[in-house]
């Protein structure tokens, strides 16, 4: 029932699934990609100063991964009036603006007003279409009211007009940011602790310099390991102090002092 937060780190803390924010062409929002041998599952979408519909691309690919809508390569791109399709927008913003948490919010209030609208699309952080359709199948608005707001309305006016304009230029600031899967970027940084990964391809993940990433990997106490304390040259391994004696009598061999066995005694080596 209550407003999603960073979905980034809810779907990839829920499922698991790493999530990247990229630069990609203006006319992609989001993808999800799947290794079928690996069955391990990517989730991409595009970095943009339009947070809301980041949003929704993001809650539109996990739809497509919880229905498993996998299309093999030579299917070709889904139309966007395909059912798969239709299902991943609807899944979208149920996702976003449960109606419960929607009435819960409103409460019995009637008749809403733009006000309320806007209300609705900064708290749940949908745009005012989703907003405007959740109203209509909450009850709140009638049919022409709900296609007024959806083709009428954007988030920067509402932001504007009813004082949340800071709020949402640090939406857009957060939205337009880079950002590299958790999981990856976790196991990089202990690979880099390790000494195996250089502080280059970590400060690559993270879209900064190499100076800026040392100083925030020092500053967290990740320095890489000593490469001296990791191996030993072989004059500084210890002297093997082997003991036969438990196998022999394992294997039972006779006393050194028996000289009628034609058993050969075990002079060493390996037994396996």
Request: proline share 7%; no cysteine.
């Amino acid at each position: 029932m209550q407003p999603l937060g960073d979905l980034v780190a809810v779907i990839e803390q829920a499922t698991g699934i790493d999530v990247a924010v990229l630069d990609a062409d203006q006319d992609e929002h989001g993808l999800t990609m799947r290794d079928p041998e690996r069955d391990a599952v990517f989730i991409a979408v595009a970095r943009t100063d339009r947070p809301m519909r980041q949003r929704s691309t993001l809650a539109h690919e996990l739809g497509h991964v919880l229905f498993e809508d996998w299309a093999d390569s030579d299917t070709g791109r889904w139309s966007s009036r395909s059912p798969v399709e239709t299902r991943a927008n609807a899944f979208a913003r149920h996702l976003l603006v449960p109606l419960d948490g929607l009435r819960a919010f409103l409460g019995e209030r009637s008749p809403v007003d733009r006000s309320d609208l806007s209300a609705v699309v900064q708290r749940f952080l949908v745009s005012p279409t989703i907003a405007a359709i959740a109203l209509h199948d909450a009850g709140y608005i009638d049919p022409p009211t709900k296609q007024e707001w959806r083709t009428g309305l954007y988030t920067p006016g509402l932001a504007t007009r009813f004082g949340w304009s800071d709020h949402y230029e640090a939406l857009k600031a957060d939205s337009a940011r880079r950002r590299a899967p958790q999981q990856l970027l976790a196991r990089a940084i202990r690979g880099y602790a390790e000494g195996v990964l250089s502080l280059q391809a970590v400060a690559t993940l993270r879209s900064m310099t190499r100076g800026e990433t040392e100083a925030e990997l020092e500053g967290a106490g990740v320095v890489p390991a000593d490469p001296s304390t990791l191996r030993n040259a072989p004059a500084e391994l210890p002297e093997p102090d082997v003991d036969l004696d438990a196998l022999d009598e394992a294997l039972g061999a006779p006393d050194e002092d028996d000289d009628d066995t034609d058993v050969p005694k075990a002079t060493g080596g390996a037994a396996g």
